[in-house]
C-alpha cells in the first residue's frame, strides 16, 4: 500500500489549534511503522496540552488504532490492525536497559513529547511498540487500549483485595475506565461523579456512584484520583484513611496546594501512576471485561479539529473520536 507524500492534520504550537493539510507524512526509518490511522481518542492529557500544561508544539494525540502500511524489516505487519504503546526511550540509558524507557530523560511520547501524534492521517511508531489486534475486536473498542492500559497499570502499583474500600474521584473518560479495571477486583469500590451521564453508565455496569458532596473524610484505604483537576487531589487527600493510599493519575496545567503536614502525620502514602502495558489492556478488551464503548460521545473529522477539541474539554463530555 503506497502512501501519499502529504496528508491532513491537527497542528497544535502555542495552545491554539489548526488544520493543516499540506503536512509531510512521515518516513518510517528502519525499525519503524508507517500507520495509517484508523481511529483517534481525545484524551484529558490533549486537553490540557492545549491549556499549556507542556510545551508541545506539533501533532497530538496519542489514542489510537491503525493499519499498518509500510514497515522496512517487520513485512508480516503489512495491512495488520495495530495499537501502539506510545513511549520511546534512546535506548542506551541505564533506564532503558532496566526497561524503563517510559522514564528515559530522553524519551520521545506519541503527541506529547518530541514526536507527531495521531491526530492525523498517519503517523510512524517504533515496530517494538506495536501490538496487532485481534480481528474480533472493533475498531471503537481497540481505539480505548492505551487508556485502559493506563487503568490497568494502577493494580501493577497497588494491592487491591476483596477487603479495601476504594474510592475513584473522577468519572471522566479516564475515571470510568479505571472504575471498570478495579471492579474486577471485587473490592469495595464507589465512584465520585458530577453528571447524570456518569452515574447512568456506571449504573450499567453495577458501579457505585457517589456524589461529589458526599465525599468520606478518612475512610477509603485506597482513593485514585482521575478528577484532571487540582481540586480532586486535595479531595484525595482528605478521604484516604491514615496510612492509606492515594494514586495519582491526572495531568494538568499549573499548581495546586496540598496540606502537606496531614500527609506526613497520617502517613498517607503516594503512587504517580501512568502508562501500563498493553497485553492486559487488549486481554481485558477482547473478553468485554472492560466495555468502553458507551462513552462514546461524538465523532469529528479532522477538518473539524477545534469544534472537537471544545467538546471534548466541555463539562460532562466524555470520548470523542477523531476519524481521519
Not at 28 to 42: F, H, R, S, T
Not at 78 to 87: A, L, P, S, Y
Not at 176 to 202: E, F, G, N, P, S
Request: charged content about 20%; overall charge neutral; glycine content about 8%.
Amino acid at each position: 500500500m503506497n502512501a501519499p507524500k502529504h496528508m491532513r492534520g491537527v497542528w497544535l504550537q502555542n495552545q491554539t489549534i489548526q488544520v493543516r493539510d499540506n503536512l509531510d507524512v512521515p518516513r518510517p526509518q528502519d525499525n519503524e511503522a508507517l500507520i495509517k490511522v484508523l481511529l483517534a481518542g481525545i484524551c484529558g492529557t490533549d486537553v490540557q496540552l492545549r491549556r499549556g500544561y507542556y510545551p508541545f508544539s506539533g501533532i497530538p494525540g496519542h489514542e489510537f488504532v491503525g493499519e499498518v502500511v509500510s514497515a522496512p524489516g517487520a513485512q508480516h505487519l503489512i495491512g495488520k490492525r495495530v495499537v501502539g504503546e506510545i513511549n520511546i526511550g534512546c535506548g542506551h540509558c541505564a533506564l532503558c536497559a532496566a526497561g524503563l524507557h517510559k522514564h528515559c530523560s530522553q524519551r520521545q511520547v506519541l503527541g506529547i513529547k518530541n514526536r507527531d501524534g495521531a491526530f492525523a492521517q498517519y503517523l510512524n511508531l517504533p515496530v517494538a511498540n506495536l501490538h496487532e489486534v485481534p480481528e474480533s475486536l472493533p475498531d471503537d473498542k481497540a481505539v480505548f487500549a492505551e487508556p485502559i492500559a493506563a487503568a490497568a497499570r494502577i493494580l501493577e502499583q497497588v494491592n487491591i483485595g476483596t477487603e479495601h474500600k476504594v474510592i475513584v474521584i473522577g468519572a471522566g473518560r479516564l475515571g470510568l475506565l479505571i472504575a471498570q479495571v478495579i471492579k474486577t477486583t471485587a473490592c469495595q469500590l464507589q465512584v465520585i461523579t458530577r453528571h447524570d451521564r456518569q452515574r447512568q453508565i456506571l449504573n450499567q455496569f453495577d458501579i457505585p456512584a457517589m456524589d461529589e458532596q458526599h465525599i468520606p473524610t478518612q475512610e477509603a484505604d485506597i482513593v485514585i484520583e482521575a478528577s484532571g483537576s487540582p481540586g480532586g487531589l486535595q479531595a484525595a487527600i482528605n478521604a484516604v484513611k491514615p496510612t492509606g493510599t492515594v494514586v495519582l493519575k491526572s495531568t494538568y496545567a499549573g499548581e495546586t496546594q496540598l496540606n502537606f503536614s496531614r500527609m506526613v502525620v497520617n502517613e498517607i502514602n503516594i503512587v504517580g501512576s501512568r502508562c501500563g502495558r498493553f497485553e492486559p489492556a487488549l486481554s481485558l478488551l477482547q473478553e468485554n471485561t472492560v466495555d468502553p464503548t458507551p462513552l462514546i460521545t461524538s465523532r469529528f473529522a479532522l477538518s473539524d479539529a477545534q469544534r472537537a477539541f471544545d467538546m471534548a474539554a466541555s463539562p460532562g463530555s466524555l470520548k470523542v473520536l477523531f476519524q481521519p
